[in-house]
């Protein structure tokens, strides 16, 4: 005959010990925060205390990296007095938003060829990832090449199609054709990786909301406009996001395509150079980490708008 629970403590039986609630806050949350510290140790020192020190380092006046006196706002005020930096603010955000635009459709495009799931698109994914493995100071180089006026392949590809007026035409005597050139290396270096991981996407929207939607009768653009897109949104806000900045980011190619950097006559420079001739080229290094700083709030604040929107449409 069985006791009961009552009777087994009335009867003096061996009761199992209950862990300690302090025992158990620290298993819930000591040991994992215990195991990650090092972890947030290596990001604080990495990333966190540059960017303290390029905020600090703004509202001083430094040379050699080397904090002078505190001058307050006076770096950020004479940066928005600046014409160059005006210029420089507004060209790289049209540079921005034409090559997001590009590289997105380009790549949604290319994701659609692969998504067909033949053996052959296999290869042809393999191939896609070659721009995204070459360095960006090489694949700047190999575009300055295609883009030369005597002996470059643009102009007599150009030319062989009927438009004599690119016979020796030199693409970066002007900053708007400067521009064009540039954009189409980066944005040729940044499809890869955008086109893979709409591939990625896109087949993770197959299933039976696509085929039930085929059985009602649904052609291609309906699908991929009503149902496949709409189910990549989250993906899509991250690739966007990821885009911008990569475009914000842009310096090889312009360091390398232009000469001087950012010529002709200042009309190709964007933040990124901007900062860079501000820091070791004039010295001035409080003045350039105002501009790495207004930079970096521009991207926070763009990346905030899209989680925002993002958010909205769900």
Known sequence: MTLTAQENRRAGAPQRARPPRRSLRLDRFGLPSLLLAPLLAVVVGVVGYPIVRTIWLSFHEGEYLISGPFNGLDNYTALFADPYFVAALIRTTLFAVVCVCCTLLISLAVALVLDVGSWLTRIVTVIVLLPWAMPRVASGIVWKWIFNDQYGIANWLLVSLGFDQFQGYAWFNSGFSSLVAITIAVVWHS???????????????????????????????????????????????????????????????????????????????????????????????GAAAAMAVVTFVLLAGITAVYVRLSKEDK
């Open 191 to 285: 499809v890869p990786f955008i086109a893979i991981s709409m591939l990625a996407g896109l087949r993770a929207t197959r299933g039976e909301v696509l085929e039930a939607a085929r059985v009602d009768g649904a052609n291609f653009m309906q699908l991929l406009l009503r149902i496949r897109l709409p189910m990549m949104k989250p993906l899509l806000t991250i690739l966007g996001v990821m885009s911008t900045i990569f475009a914000y980011q842009s310096f090889d190619h312009f360091l390398v395509m232009t000469t001087p950097p950012g010529g002709p006559s200042h009309s190709t420079e964007v933040l990124s150079l901007l900062t860079w001739l501000q820091a070791f080229t004039v010295l001035d290094q």
